[in-house]
């Protein structure tokens, strides 16, 4: 009876195969996100344990769960996290100082302390019988199971949430809306401005950039009748990101012409 | 292999996204670990209804998701508005009411 008892709270070979495999991975991931400087790959490590949440969840009979684990989680919200990573900034990287004293460590032992206590109380419990397993109640299958009790006895659960989600998709729009505080500047203001700033000399339009036989692009800048580069032939953009091509070898290029 | 295995990893998948919670200074950073925490909480969900062979943890992870993504949704926006009015994701930027 109690050998009986025993193997029936104990999963199959395979699924422990898998948990062995997996389960010390997304501990690791888990810890790789406290560690890693960069929100990308935080938001890729967090990918990594859902993915294999969704694992455990098929294996522990809860297909419906594993699916929609990986088409809401690791589809949607991931994804929604990638978005609003790239619209602060890919390389928002996080400073790992410490800006309160101490407050990593004492975080930390608390972190161990309430680890503990939850590794104990649950090696503790006892459920009073081993696992059921599912087998049971997925006997229509586990998608028509979880319908039926989701639409008669958690029906009004499920309204609410439905409820919830319309509020949550309003209110981040209501959010994320944002009031324009001035006017646009429109094409005739810029002109304008050009000839009402202190110096007429841009007054005509910045120089276009620099047009050569072997060259036409706007990375390269255009020269100036000394022969030196012009830095406002070029888009400010463009050389903050440093894609401005070298002028020297089109300033030798000049020195030929003259001496012809 | 015991049951209670993926008991442990769901306890330690939440101290651990607990910890980033405090430790972290990105907002985005730290709004991961809470849903660290939300999946560790799913996972002891349908461990429980294995375990007591009804649905009814199932469901009640379901409704954890649904939950999850509107915070996700909720709390993405706040940390766009907060980023675009002071151009800082830092939860150490936002101290407003300190000073």
Aim: hydrophobic fraction near 55%; include cysteine.
């Amino acid at each position: 009876m109690l050998n009986l008892a025993l193997q029936l709270g104990q999963t199959k070979t395979p699924e422990a195969i898998l948990f062995w495999i997996l389960a010390p991975m997304s501990v690791l991931a888990a810890l790789g996100m406290l560690v890693v400087k960069k929100a990308v790959h935080s938001a890729l490590l967090l990918a990594w344990i859902m993915i294999s949440l969704a694992f455990f969840y098929i294996a522990q009979d809860a297909l419906f769960l594993g699916i929609v684990q990986i088409v809401v989680y690791t589809g949607a919200v991931m994804m929604l996290f990638l978005f609003i990573l790239m619209l602060v900034g890919v390389d928002a990287s996080d400073s790992l100082v410490e800006t309160i004293k101490g407050q990593r460590a004492t975080s930390i032992t608390a972190a161990i302390g309430f680890g503990g206590l939850l590794l104990s109380l649950i090696g503790r419990a006892t459920v009073g019988h081993s696992a059921f397993g599912l087998a049971e109640s997925n006997v229509k299958g586990n998608v028509q199971s979880l319908a039926e009790s989701l639409f008669t006895k958690y029906v009004w659960a499920f309204e609410v949430v439905s409820a919830l989600l319309i509020t949550a998709a309003l209110g981040s729009m209501v959010l994320a809306h944002s009031q324009k505080l001035k006017s646009r500047t429109l094409q005739r203001d810029l002109s304008a401005a050009r000839f009402r700033g202190k110096s007429l000399s841009t007054a005509a339009g910045l120089p276009s950039s620099g047009v050569y036989a072997r060259h036409n692009a706007v990375d390269v800048p255009a020269l100036l009748p000394d022969g030196t580069p012009a830095p406002t032939s070029i888009s400010a953009t463009l050389k903050a990101r440093g894609d401005m091509l070298d002028q020297k070898i089109f300033e030798l290029e000049v020195k030929e012409v003259e001496e012809d | 292999m015991d049951i209670a295995n993926y008991l442990y990893l769901s306890a330690a998948l939440f101290t651990i996204g607990a910890v980033g919670v405090v430790v972290r200074r990105n907002a985005i950073v730290v709004f991961m670990c809470v849903e660290l925490m939300l999946n560790a909480a799913n996972l002891a969900f349908v461990t429980f209804s294995r375990l007591n062979g009804n649905l009814d943890g199932q469901v009640a992870s379901f409704f954890t998701m649904v939950v999850a993504a509107c915070e996700v949704v909720v709390g993405l926006a706040i940390i766009v508005t907060i980023f675009r009015s002071r151009r800082s994701a830092s939860v150490d930027d936002a101290s407003l009411l300190k000073r």
